[in-house]
T-cell receptor
Framework: AQSVAQPEDQVNVAEGNPLTVKCTYSVSGNPYLFWYVQYPNRGLQFLLKYITGDNLVKGSYGFEAEFNKSQTSFHLKKPSALVSDSALYFCAILADSSYKLIFGSGTRLLVRP | DGGITQSPKYLFRKEGQNVTLSCEQNLNHDAMYWYRQDPGQGLRLIYYSQIVNDFQKGDIAEGYSVSREKKESFPLTVTSAQKNPTAFYLC??????????????FGPGTRLTVT
């Protein structure tokens, strides 16, 4: 069965510093991985996805994610954090033979000025 | 949130009443989804529909019902059988059959409070 884990409930980083939000996955076949962001009382916004190809995926708002097959990880990164990046981030994996996205529990990112 | 609308944004109901949440999309997507979000938890799939007049139960379908009579619309009814209906409900859509790795696009959500 597919699953995704976000080991950190919250990540704190100072503005201008690099940020990493961690995600690990478990899947029996090829992984299709996604990152979404949610601002308070809003829907989720798509950031990026990994389907195949380059392990470094670039997405919206300067975010990128690195797919690591040996470590079964798909960590979200940004070289220089902004206060406006403060939000709830979800990693998700697409389940085999369906359109079902399986979400992690979310990581709250707090960027302090 | 563009292309998917959910109404109302906030909804209050008394226990024992059924309530229907609206979801409309103008993205010409075949697939639509309903998720429930509770504090400190990820999203859980309630129902999904890959094509008009067809839908499947997700992980937490008990106490909910849906219909898909039109491509653009996928309303969710929260029935009195749902034991803990207070939550934030999110509707999503994706391009659908043909390439299963398209991302899902989400609406702004409806916060339902049942007292």
């Amino acid at each position: 069965a597919q699953s995704v884990a976000q080991p950190e409930d919250q990540v704190n980083v100072a503005e201008g510093n690099p940020l990493t939000v961690k995600c690990t996955y478990s899947v029996s076949g090829n992984p299709y991985l996604f990152w979404y962001v949610q601002y308070p009382n809003r829907g989720l916004q798509f950031l990026l996805k990994y389907i195949t190809g380059d392990n470094l995926v670039k997405g919206s708002y300067g975010f990128e994610a690195e797919f690591n097959k040996s470590q079964t990880s798909f960590h979200l990164k940004k070289p220089s954090a902004l206060v406006s990046d403060s939000a709830l981030y979800f990693c998700a994996i697409l389940a085999d033979s369906s359109y079902k996205l399986i979400f992690g529990s979310g990581t709250r990112l707090l960027v302090r000025p | 949130d563009g292309g998917i609308t959910q109404s109302p944004k906030y909804l209050f109901r008394k226990e024992g009443q059924n309530v229907t949440l609206s979801c409309e999309q103008n993205l010409n997507h075949d697939a639509m989804y309903w998720y429930r979000q509770d504090p400190g938890q990820g999203l859980r799939l309630i129902y999904y529909s890959q094509i008009v007049n067809d839908f499947q139960k997700g992980d937490i379908a008990e106490g909910y019902s849906v219909s898909r009579e039109k491509k653009e619309s996928f309303p969710l009814t929260v029935t009195s059988a749902q034991k803990n209906p207070t939550a934030f409900y999110l509707c999503a859509s994706s391009i659908g059959p043909g390439d299963r790795v398209y991302e899902q696009y989400f609406g702004p959500g409806t916060r339902l409070t049942v007292t």
